[in-house]
């Protein structure tokens, strides 16, 4: 039997979050991919992703994932499942970098999301979480996708504010 149409990931490498994010999204009606953070480092603000579930999976090193209300370690191959609308975050607080892969499902936009965070940070608009400019864009970015995300800390409301705030500064993304 001939082989089927060879496989060809669509493999796109980022630098959004103090870490690194290969989208491969080659798991149909997913998107997915492995990301690669520091040592001694946060992830994205706590957020739920509204019409979607998320599967995490550390391959290396240590991983800590907030859901229901914890941090959940993570060790090689263990995984955690985040149910829609789920509080979540990571961390990897461990000294050694640490390696996880995701799944998201149903296919939304998170891909496209990652790129408009690495489309910031490459133009220099998302720096530092302590950088109120880039906060103003974390939420236009926010807002700008909120079928797929949602911030819970801070608040949905106060990213909306904060949006607002950045269009009447003339921000745009």
């Not at 998107?31 to 550390?58: K, M």
């Not at 859901?67 to 090689?76: A, G, S, T």
């Not at 975050?89 to 640490?98: A, F, G, H, K, L």
Request: net charge positive; with cysteine.
């Amino acid at each position: 039997m001939p082989p089927s149409k060879p496989f060809v990931a669509n493999v796109d490498i980022m630098i959004p979050f103090n870490s690194k994010v290969m989208l491969v999204n080659d798991i149909a009606g997913s998107e997915n991919g492995q990301t690669w953070i520091r040592a001694r480092t946060d992830g994205p603000p706590v957020h739920t992703h509204p019409l979607q579930e998320e599967w995490i999976q550390a391959i290396s090193g240590g991983l800590e994932v907030y859901l229901n209300k914890k941090w959940n370690k993570l060790l090689p191959e263990e995984s955690i499942l985040i149910p829609e609308n789920a509080p979540h975050t990571y961390r990897n607080s461990s000294p050694d970098d640490c390696v996880f892969a995701y799944k998201i499902t149903p296919k939304g936009n998170f891909s496209e999301m990652m790129q408009c965070f690495e489309q910031l940070s490459k133009d220099s608009k998302l720096t530092s979480l302590k950088k109120f400019s880039s906060l103003l864009y974390l939420a236009m970015a926010f807002k700008k996708f909120k079928k797929d995300v949602r911030s819970i800390s801070p608040p949905d409301f106060v990213m909306t504010i904060m949006a607002a705030i950045a269009k009447l500064r003339g921000y745009k993304i």
